[in-house]
């Protein structure tokens, strides 16, 4: 899908982060974008489907039970994106790590089916680095309304950022490491099936109850008064906008702490 950048079009630009109009735009435009994602069931993955189930029905019975279970589908795909690709890839390599040079001297299939590989893993890699920023919520993980946990946001772009990161060394070297060409495909195969995994534990019944709360229960003029807009105060951290207070929940000092040592390691 099309992703439309959040100033656009004829709504106002303002400068300063406590601005409520300014806030309320930026807001309103996440849920549009969140809105189409649910609609059209693409671009948004179970670390963004969890952030929005934390504060959805919280009045029901069932909730607690319910946002346990996409909290640990969560945590899952994040140790599988993180522990489970450097795992993956430290076996792979381990055993001729000290040896490992390039001869050329394997047959001309599995050079040529390896150089192939490597070129697309590349090209696809690099896709996928420039689609993250603009998929789904990432877009503007900064401006995130209340009704959705930023944690979890901040979460899936950090173990995304990492999986990539990985996949670029860690391909060159499974694909340098394989013994036959059906090796090279198989663990092609394999981290891109790491890659993905965030957006397969997503299925159609997240997306129906997303477009299903907003067609009958999202109502920005309660979501987004002046009143509860006035609580909100940012901070900008190495020229990144940081709530840091009027969400919900509380927390936000640690929430700071998570996003900014998060950042460094990703960037590191």
């Known amino acids: 899908m099309s992703l439309k950048p959040l100033n656009a079009g004829s709504r106002p630009q303002y400068n300063s982060l406590d601005d409520t109009q300014w806030l309320r735009?930026?807001?309103e435009a996440v849920c549009e974008e969140l809105?189409?994602?649910?609609?059209?069931?693409?671009?948004?993955?179970?670390?963004?489907?969890?952030?929005?189930?934390?504060?959805?029905?919280?009045?029901?019975?069932?909730?607690?039970?319910?946002y346990a279970w996409y909290c640990f589908k969560s945590l899952l795909c994040a140790l599988v994106q993180t522990l489970g690709i450097v795992a993956f890839l430290s076996y792979e390599v381990r055993n001729d790590w000290t040896?490992?040079?390039?001869?050329?001297?394997?047959?001309?299939?599995?050079?040529c089916?390896?150089?192939?590989?490597?070129?697309?893993?590349?090209?696809?890699?690099?896709?996928?680095?420039?689609?993250?920023?603009?998929?789904?919520?990432?877009?503007?993980?900064?401006?995130?309304p209340v009704f959705l946990a930023n944690e979890w946001v901040y979460l899936g772009l950090y173990c995304n950022a990492f999986t990539l990161m990985a996949a670029t060394f860690g391909s060159f070297l499974l694909i340098?490491?394989?013994?036959?060409?059906?090796?090279?495909?198989?663990?092609?195969?394999?981290?891109?099936?790491?890659i993905d995994i965030d957006d397969n534990l997503v299925d159609h019944l997240d997306y129906f109850?997303?477009?299903?709360?907003?067609?009958?229960e999202y109502d920005p003029n309660v979501l987004f008064t002046d009143e509860r807009l006035a609580d909100v105060r940012y901070k900008v951290l190495c020229g990144m906008p940081l709530?840091?207070?009027g969400r919900t929940g509380g927390c936000n000092t640690l929430k700071l702490i998570w996003v900014f040592v998060g950042a460094v390691f990703v960037l590191t």
Not at 99 to 111: G, I, N, P, S, V
Not at 209 to 216: D, L, V, Y
Request: aromatic share 18%; net charge negative.
């Open 25 to 27: 735009h930026k807001y």
């Open 35 to 66: 809105q189409q994602c649910a609609e059209d069931g693409a671009d948004l993955d179970i670390y963004q489907v969890t952030a929005f189930f934390k504060y959805y029905h919280t009045d029901d019975p069932l909730h607690k039970y319910r």
């Open 99 to 111: 040896d490992l040079q390039c001869t050329m001297t394997a047959e001309w299939d599995l050079r």
């Open 113 to 144: 089916v390896a150089t192939l590989f490597s070129a697309y893993i590349s090209v696809q890699i690099s896709t996928y680095f420039n689609e993250l920023r603009g998929q789904g919520l990432y877009e503007k993980v900064g401006f995130l």
């Open 176 to 194: 340098y490491n394989s013994d036959t060409t059906i090796d090279v495909v198989l663990n092609a195969l394999a981290l891109f099936f790491i």
């Open 209 to 216: 109850h997303i477009a299903k709360w907003f067609e009958t």
């Open 243 to 245: 709530q840091v207070s």
